[in-house]
């Protein structure tokens, strides 16, 4: 009897295998199979994509795991050496809209300067912001985890990928409590003496909204005054419904503002039409473009339609290089065309609009489907958008309570007034 079980089981094992390593060479015939079909150059980035596929197949059919088989197909992706091409496993894709440490959020942004994690911003009624965490804070440690060693770890990273792995680390279920070490004193590194704090990891602002196969993602639209320039910022270019009409009705409230700021830092980008959408209601002339996307078999000119109420004032375009994809698209595009001036730091560089599917196997598949050049005829794939003044944030001046960046455009829209 105990014989026949063991047989059995191992049958089991055997088919359950069988049927794992055809569902992953399933996943890689699709993957290849796409790029061969959609990518924009003919063949793929001028490779022998025919050579690709013998060189990587059997890599994925004697993969010893799910795991050894992905990786392989991972590697094949990066020979393209290009951005908006991975393989997401299954577990990650689907925690995506969680921030992957879990939906649960601090409050706090931050960005890495002079090679510490500086809180840039703190969310209003946060987690964060109720136990008195300021801008200009250096984040020190992450329950009990020193960060110096992350950081010095990822030196080299894009920064849009190093800020992400960071914040993502300050999130986790929520509900959930996590130590969070600062140094809150003024001046050099290491003046001020470190504390920790327990924060609260609450729903991060906004609602949540879905496209296509991109996982939900919450999105948030922010708006204020400063003096007599509005000032506009939100997380990503998603939820056409309320994120159109918002900025619209910013406007519409603005005719007489001495100038506009649009903070895209922070953001990665999404929906390459909200662009043109967001620039008719900036540009007055007919028939501009921000730009041209090039496809396989056709070519897309992001042509923008001038709305019939339009904001004629100065626009003053915030970047870094936590800015991508459609933000670099819309910086670079008003820039291109004489109708904003850029503040910050080089963008990420990573434009190329994207398609997420779900391959047999569970995981996501995400693959660039067109290049971009903007109206000045520049790729921003690789080359990213240059700012007009280039601004840094410095911890000094967050301490005192200034962004030099918005700091520097408001200095910039105070000149355009008119006499």
Same mark, same amino acid.
């Given at each position: 009897?105990?014989?026949?079980?063991?047989?059995?089981?191992?049958?089991?094992?055997?088919?359950?295998?069988?049927?794992?390593?055809?569902?992953?060479?399933?996943?890689?015939?699709?993957?290849?199979?796409?790029?061969?079909?959609?990518?924009?150059?003919?063949?793929?980035?001028?490779?022998?994509?025919?050579?690709?596929?013998?060189?990587?197949?059997?890599?994925?059919?004697?993969?010893?795991?799910?795991?050894?088989?992905?990786?392989?197909?991972?590697?094949?992706?990066?020979?393209?050496?290009?951005?908006?091409? #991975?393989? *997401?496993?299954? !577990?990650?894709? %689907? $925690?995506?809209? /969680?921030?992957? +440490?879990?939906?649960?959020?601090?409050? &706090?942004?931050?960005?890495?300067?002079?090679?510490? #994690?500086? *809180?840039?911003? !703190?969310?209003? %009624? $946060?987690?964060? /912001?109720?136990? +008195?965490?300021?801008?200009?804070?250096? &984040?020190?440690?992450?329950?009990?985890?020193?960060? #110096?060693?992350?950081?010095?770890?990822?030196?080299?990273?894009?920064?849009?990928?190093?800020?992400?792995?960071?914040?993502?680390?300050?999130?986790?279920?929520?509900?959930?409590?996590?130590?969070?070490?600062?140094?809150?004193?003024?001046?050099?590194?290491?003046?001020?003496?470190?504390?920790?704090?327990?924060?609260?990891?609450?729903?991060?602002?906004?609602?949540?909204?879905?496209?296509?196969?991109?996982?939900?993602?919450?999105?948030?639209?922010?708006?204020?005054?400063?003096?007599?320039?509005?000032?506009?910022?939100?997380?990503?270019?998603?939820?056409?419904?309320?994120?159109?009409?918002?900025?619209?009705?910013?406007?519409?409230?603005?005719?007489?503002?001495?100038?506009?700021?649009?903070?895209?830092?922070?953001?990665?980008?999404?929906?390459?039409?909200?662009?043109?959408?967001?620039?008719?209601?900036?540009?007055?002339?007919?028939?501009?473009?921000?730009?041209?996307?090039?496809?396989?078999?056709?070519?897309?000119?992001?042509?923008?339609?001038?709305?019939?109420?339009?904001?004629?004032?100065?626009?003053?375009?915030?970047?870094?290089?936590?800015?991508?994809?459609?933000?670099?698209?819309?910086?670079?595009?008003?820039?291109?065309?004489?109708?904003?001036?850029?503040?910050?730091?080089?963008?990420?560089?990573?434009?190329?609009?994207?398609?997420?599917?779900?391959?047999?196997?569970?995981?996501?598949?995400?693959?660039?489907?067109?290049?971009?050049?903007?109206?000045?005829?520049?790729?921003?794939?690789?080359?990213?958008?240059?700012?007009?003044?280039?601004?840094?944030?410095?911890?000094?001046?967050?301490?005192?309570?200034?962004?030099?960046?918005?700091?520097?455009?408001?200095?910039?829209?105070?000149?355009?007034?008119?006499?």
């Amino acid at each position: 009897m105990w014989t026949r079980r063991i047989l059995l089981l191992t049958c089991l094992a055997s088919a359950g295998w069988a049927q794992g390593r055809a569902v992953d060479l399933a996943s890689f015939d699709l993957v290849w199979s796409t790029i061969r079909d959609t990518h924009w150059q003919k063949p793929p980035a001028g490779l022998d994509w025919d050579a690709i596929r013998a060189e990587y197949r059997p890599r994925v059919q004697n993969a010893a795991t799910p795991a050894e088989a992905r990786v392989a197909m991972q590697e094949m992706i990066g020979r393209l050496k290009q951005t908006h091409f #991975a393989i *997401v496993p299954g !577990v990650t894709y %689907s $925690s995506i809209s /969680e921030d992957l +440490g879990g939906p649960g959020t601090t409050g &706090i942004d931050l960005r890495v300067l002079n090679g510490e #994690a500086v *809180v840039t911003s !703190v969310d209003s %009624s $946060s987690p964060a /912001e109720r136990a +008195g965490v300021r801008p200009g804070w250096v &984040i020190r440690a992450v329950n009990g985890r020193e960060w #110096a060693p992350l950081i010095e770890a990822s030196r080299g990273a894009p920064e849009l990928e190093r800020t992400r792995s960071l914040l993502n680390r300050l999130s986790g279920p929520e509900g959930g409590n996590i130590d969070v070490s600062f140094d809150s004193g003024r001046g050099d590194s290491g003046g001020g003496a470190v504390a920790t704090l327990r924060l609260g990891l609450t729903a991060g602002r906004g609602t949540y909204a879905e496209f296509g196969n991109l996982p939900a993602t919450r999105v948030w639209y922010e708006e204020k005054r400063l003096g007599a320039t509005a000032y506009v910022r939100f997380n990503v270019f998603l939820d056409i419904p309320r994120l159109i009409p918002a900025f619209e009705k910013t406007l519409a409230a603005c005719q007489r503002c001495d100038g506009l700021i649009v903070d895209l830092r922070g953001n990665p980008g999404g929906i390459g039409g909200m662009a043109m959408g967001m620039a008719g209601f900036l540009v007055e002339r007919p028939n501009q473009r921000l730009g041209t996307m090039f496809m396989r078999d056709a070519t897309l000119n992001f042509v923008i339609n001038p709305r019939p109420s339009v904001f004629t004032g100065p626009v003053a375009i915030l970047i870094d290089g936590t800015s991508a994809s459609t933000a670099e698209i819309l910086a670079g595009g008003l820039r291109d065309i004489g109708r904003a001036r850029i503040f910050g730091t080089r963008s990420a560089a990573a434009a190329l609009p994207s398609v997420f599917t779900r391959l047999p196997n569970g995981d996501g598949f995400q693959y660039a489907v067109a290049n971009y050049v903007s109206q000045g005829g520049q790729a921003l794939e690789g080359t990213g958008v240059t700012p007009d003044e280039e601004v840094r944030l410095t911890r000094e001046g967050l301490l005192a309570g200034h962004d030099a960046i918005i700091d520097a455009a408001l200095a910039w829209i105070g000149k355009q007034r008119k006499p």
